[in-house]
């Protein structure tokens, strides 16, 4: 499993990306995970500012 983040959610703020253990978050309009790299530690959730990243 993998995070995912909602794009219409996400402020484009980097936090996540920085907290990242795996640099699994690239940025963008909206930042993105590649579920490839995620491995599930939930640190972008407890970081975002408007919880965008969501558990799938
Ligand atoms: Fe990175 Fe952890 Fe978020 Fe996965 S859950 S994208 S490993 S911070
Ligand atoms: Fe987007 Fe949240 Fe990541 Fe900021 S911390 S870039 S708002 S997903």
Redesign the pocket.
Known sequence: M??KINADECIACGA?AD????E??SAGDAYS?DAS?????????DTCPVGA?KAE
Request: proline share 10%.
């Open positions: 993998a995070y996540c907290g990242c253990p795996v699994a978050i995970i790299k995620c491995i599930d530690c939930g640190a972008c959730a990243p």
